[in-house]
């Protein structure tokens, strides 16, 4: 699992997912008997940090050649999870090799590259997927519920606040790596999350687009994992319009430069003609329209009203694993007895796209349109890459160096 080193790789999908799985015994079938157990071999360049991880959770296999294991027959999927610099290159020979692949987003640098590689794999006859993790989250699992019941009527507009504060590394560490706040590096907050939103936009409400969307880069310099002081060269920071198909607004903020004042760390709120949902990871409140309170403005006197009282938490009815393990399940499935797989490499260019025109939005201060996305399309969007380019520095930290497959 490619990255496992790196605290998404290792948390999500080694622990939480791969070895989740194991221990459970394996994947359950279609036929409700029949289980598939997963074998993990871990590759990278570091021997010491392979054979700790393999000690640690008591694997067997582990190399430090990639070549070597992607030419293996025993190892039928790979899955890489490295920064978005050394993916497209790792998932290229992974095509070659003939092996189903699941990843990370964003899958690539540029919309062209994401979009080659799901040409590739399309050529190849290899089954892919990416990560959509979010939409598996109970929260939104209970919107789509709500949407799926007709609860909201006609949906009006969709507002969205994620983020909070990630300490510049002086007088506290900061909770992410120095590489997300550098441009060459392929660091920068449109690029890490409007892959996101747009699967969660494009599954829950209709396909983006257009993007009017303003990067900005609000801290200028922080300190690295040395305590040396470095530019921050990448967007902190987010504001974005989406249109929607049907006629949907969407307004998103997207910053590591605000402080948390709502339930969860990511907040959406979805009104509608027949009511209104407040959606996080985990919560999901709703008001419908014969229990909507009668505001009036009146700026001259205080208002005594406790609007969070009007509000009604949706129960959780029912059982919801973690989504990074639900979403491997069903790959697994899908490699497995060819199961739906309805998040390819295309859906993943459709992300990068999203993220790359978000950028050039902000660059020449103006809406961009978003075209159907298909393996035949060509490139309107080439201006700028997701990273703007290297200035003698590469990928840091041994993220960028971790591989692993999966059996």
């Known amino acids: 699992?490619?990255?496992?080193?790196?605290?998404?790789?290792?948390?999500?999908?080694?622990?939480?997912?791969?070895?989740?799985?194991?221990?459970?015994?394996?994947?359950?079938?279609?036929?409700?008997?029949?289980?598939?157990?997963?074998?993990?071999?871990?590759?990278?360049?570091?021997?010491?940090?392979?054979?700790?991880?393999a000690a640690k959770h008591g694997l067997e296999h582990w190399t430090t050649n990639l070549d070597e294991a992607l030419a293996d027959p025993r190892w039928q999927v790979y899955a890489d999870f490295l920064v978005t610099k050394a993916r497209?290159?790792?998932?290229?020979?992974?095509?070659?090799?003939?092996?189903?692949?699941?990843?990370?987003?964003?899958?690539?640098?540029?919309?062209?590259?994401?979009?080659?590689?799901?040409?590739?794999?399309?050529?190849?006859?290899?089954?892919?997927?990416?990560?959509?993790?979010?939409?598996?989250?109970?929260?939104?699992?209970?919107?789509?519920?709500?949407?799926?019941?007709?609860?909201?009527?006609?949906?009006?507009?969709?507002?969205?606040?994620?983020?909070?504060?990630?300490?510049?590394?002086?007088?506290?560490?900061?909770?992410?790596?120095?590489?997300?706040?550098?441009?060459?590096?392929?660091?920068?907050?449109?690029?890490?999350?409007?892959?996101?939103?747009?699967?969660?936009?494009?599954?829950?409400?209709?396909r983006v687009e257009s993007v009017y969307a303003r990067a900005v880069t609000e801290i200028p310099e922080r300190l690295d994992e040395r305590g040396e002081r470095y530019a921050a060269t990448a967007d902190d920071a987010a504001y974005a319009i989406f249109d929607l198909a049907g006629g949907i607004t969407a307004q998103l903020n997207s910053g590591w430069t605000t402080r948390v004042n709502r339930d969860e760390l990511v907040e959406f709120q979805v009104d509608g003609t027949h009511g209104s949902a407040v959606v996080g990871l985990f919560g999901c409140k709703i008001q419908p329209r014969n229990a909507t309170p009668k505001p009036v403005w009146n700026p001259d006197l205080y208002d005594e009203h406790d609007y969070a009282t009007d509000w009604i938490e949706v129960p959780t009815n029912d059982v919801f694993e973690n989504g990074f393990k639900t979403q491997w399940e069903e790959f697994i499935r899908h490699v497995v007895e060819d199961a739906p797989n309805r998040y390819d490499f295309l859906a993943g260019a459709r992300g990068v796209l999203v993220a790359q025109e978000g950028l050039r939005s902000s660059a020449e201060g103006r809406r961009i349109d978003i075209p159907q996305v298909t393996l035949d399309s060509g490139s309107d969007a080439t201006e700028p890459a997701l990273a703007a380019e290297a200035s003698g520095s590469e990928a840091s930290g041994s993220e960028a160096s971790e591989l692993a497959g999966a059996r």
């Open 1 to 53: 699992m490619n990255g496992v080193s790196g605290r998404m790789g290792y948390r999500q999908h080694l622990v939480r997912s791969i070895l989740a799985i194991r221990e459970q015994g394996g994947v359950l079938l279609a036929d409700g008997e029949t289980r598939v157990q997963v074998e993990p071999i871990l590759v990278g360049r570091s021997e010491r940090k392979l054979a700790d991880l």
């Open 88 to 206: 497209a290159a790792a998932i290229r020979k992974a095509i070659a090799a003939g092996k189903a692949i699941y990843t990370e987003k964003p899958t690539a640098e540029s919309f062209d590259e994401a979009l080659e590689l799901a040409r590739l794999a399309d050529e190849a006859g290899v089954k892919n997927g990416v990560v959509h993790d979010k939409l598996y989250l109970p929260g939104f699992q209970k919107l789509r519920r709500l949407i799926d019941s007709g609860f909201f009527g006609r949906i009006l507009s969709v507002r969205g606040e994620f983020g909070y504060w990630v300490f510049e590394g002086d007088w506290q560490p900061a909770q992410r790596p120095s590489w997300n706040y550098r441009a060459e590096d392929g660091g920068g907050i449109i690029v890490d999350m409007f892959p996101h939103w747009n699967y969660l936009l494009e599954n829950l409400f209709g």
